[in-house]
């Protein structure tokens, strides 16, 4: 691929991905991309580099604008191994005078890579830094979504290198958001945002507050993943916004694994209750949803309904994976209730509705159970289920 000129001296040197399909337990079936930006300046500087593999891709974009040898920075905003794979080759080719990081940033370098020769320079908040013509200012986003997690902003072109932020995992050939389907470059985004940071939530307001109170003008984002906000980077702005606030639409989720259909039966009944309150829902059988597209689901769902019959006094593996994924991204503000079939024992709506409890999900019901298979009555049971939870849907704001 060719080097792509994002603003006036400033390229996109990075790799594309096609063909990764797992990304730590999250689905990634369109690929990634890992992005570098290189600044073509009296000091020439290089902004994150690739994963491992890709490092090659990464010197033949940069052999297209420069000789490589002549790189006199690099700024690592982020050290997981996406973005810092191919930094100790490029360190060793590159020879640059300096690598800036964060503290953070500095610990993470040397308990990766163990390499205290490199010539760091830890920078924090507010520092900035001048490459000639343009300045760069650093931004430390502290556990958005590492410890050493920052950002550089670049005032004279309106810039921000966001690092993981605002990032989508979709390998394309296209560089800019107006270049590709913008409805689906959003449902990427959302997804990236339900599955990386949603558990960071507040302090993506935090962050939002702060680049506000600060007066950064923003005419581009450029992230680490994906495409370049070139034409709407309010536009994810706001999403970020509207998703970290966590308030949810009038919609509920319907989480769950099935043994002999039962519990399927029970999760149709309580949709139908659902519908009679004219709440949306959305059915995901976990065997046929990736646990990363469900969390796309839950991301704007008010309520989070959870259905598993019992299998050797727990929960199916499915909901046990799926709970193991929920617990970590906490999701915030929601309703919910759990159910299922059970032969003799039943313990999984109560080892579900515990977990509900965990994450703070305020359970409005102690959980439905069926013996076996469900009568006429436990059907009403269910649909009378799924209208309790929708009218607290409805009345919650
Ligand atoms: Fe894309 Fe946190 O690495």
Redesign the pocket.
């Known amino acids: 691929m060719q080097p792509v000129e994002i603003k006036k001296d400033v390229y996109w040197v990075g790799a594309v991905d096609w063909n990764i399909r797992d990304f730590h337990g999250y689905s990634t079936p369109k690929g990634t991309t890992y992005n570098a930006y290189l600044v073509m300046d009296e000091k020439i500087t290089l902004f994150d580099t690739v994963k491992k593999p890709f490092k090659n891709d990464l010197i033949a974009h940069i052999e297209k604008i420069t000789d490589p040898a002549k790189i006199d920075y690099l700024v690592v905003n982020?050290v997981?191994m996406?973005?810092s794979g191919a930094l100790p080759d490029i360190i060793d080719r590159l020879r640059p005078e300096k690598v800036f990081c964060s503290a953070m940033g500095k610990k993470a370098l040397l308990d990766h890579y163990h390499r205290k020769d490199w010539p760091y320079e830890v920078v924090e908040t507010g520092q900035t830094l001048r490459l000639g013509k343009k300045t760069v200012q650093f931004l430390e986003i502290r556990m958005l979504?590492?410890p050493d997690s920052m950002v550089s902003y670049v005032p004279e072109d309106r810039l921000l290198i966001s690092s993981?932020g605002f990032?989508q995992h979709w390998a394309t050939s296209e560089r800019f958001d107006d270049e590709v389907d913008l409805p689906e470059l959003l449902a990427h985004a959302a997804k990236y945002y339900a599955n990386?940071l949603l558990l960071f939530s507040p302090l993506v307001q935090k962050l939002l507050a702060t680049i506000q109170e600060a007066g950064l003008q923003i005419d581009m984002i450029a992230g680490?993943?994906g495409l370049i906000w070139r034409s709407h980077p309010a536009k994810i702005i706001e999403a970020y916004d509207l998703w970290s606030r966590q308030q949810g639409r009038d919609k509920a989720v319907i989480l769950y694994d099935t043994m002999w259909q039962s519990t399927e039966t029970m999760a149709r009944a309580i949709a139908e209750g659902l519908d009679e309150e004219g709440v949306n829902f959305k059915m995901c059988n976990l065997k046929l949803n990736h646990r990363s597209d469900v969390m796309t689901e839950v991301l704007d769902a008010k309520a989070l309904i959870l259905g598993s019959a019992t299998l050797n006094n727990g929960m199916l593996p499915a909901m046990a994976d799926m709970l193991c994924y929920l617990k970590g991204l906490r999701p915030a503000n929601k309703i919910g209730a759990a159910f299922g079939s059970y032969g003799w024992s039943g313990e999984a709506v109560k080892l579900m509705t515990a977990a509900l409890e965990e994450i703070k999900v305020r359970v409005v019901d102690p959980g439905l159970r069926v013996r076996f298979a469900p009568t006429p009555e436990d059907i009403e049971k269910c649909m009378e289920l799924g209208r309790k939870i929708g009218k607290a849907v409805k009345e919650r704001q």
Do not use: F, L
Request: hydrophobic residues 20%.
């Open positions: 982020h997981e996406d973005h979504h590492w993981d990032g990386i680490d993943h």
